[in-house]
């Protein structure tokens, strides 16, 4: 039974900084490489982030990229996104899902203003 349980996000003031947490379980975490997805009001689901299944290789959405750092525990079958320098175009709710994007998360709304 895969769980994928987002957290860490709230209001933040545009240059400001917020870390996501995802917490996985019902599967073997170590072997998925997992990424974030957002999703701002009348816009598709995109990716910002991604991370190899063993945290050495990342890819990173232009749109984030010297931004946003992706990182991953292991041993606490948790992935992070590191949001930094954060702007009004990043309000969204962001998800977190392994490669194959069968399952998500319920999502955390990130949302940058004033």
């Known amino acids: 039974q895969v769980q994928l349980v987002e957290s860490g996000g709230g209001l933040v003031q545009p240059g400001g900084s917020l870390r996501l947490s995802c917490a996985a379980s019902g599967f073997t975490f170590s072997i998925y490489a997992m990424s974030w997805y957002r999703q701002a009001p009348g816009k598709q689901r995109e990716m910002v982030a991604r991370i190899s299944n063993n945290g050495r290789s990342t890819y990173y959405a232009d749109s984030v990229k010297g931004r946003f750092t992706i990182s991953r525990d292991n041993g606490k079958n948790t992935v992070y996104l590191q949001m930094n320098s954060l702007k009004p175009e990043d309000t969204a709710v962001y998800y977190c899902?392994?490669?194959?994007?069968?399952?998500w998360g319920q999502g955390t709304q990130v949302t940058v203003s004033s």
């Open positions: 899902t392994r490669y194959t994007a069968d399952y």
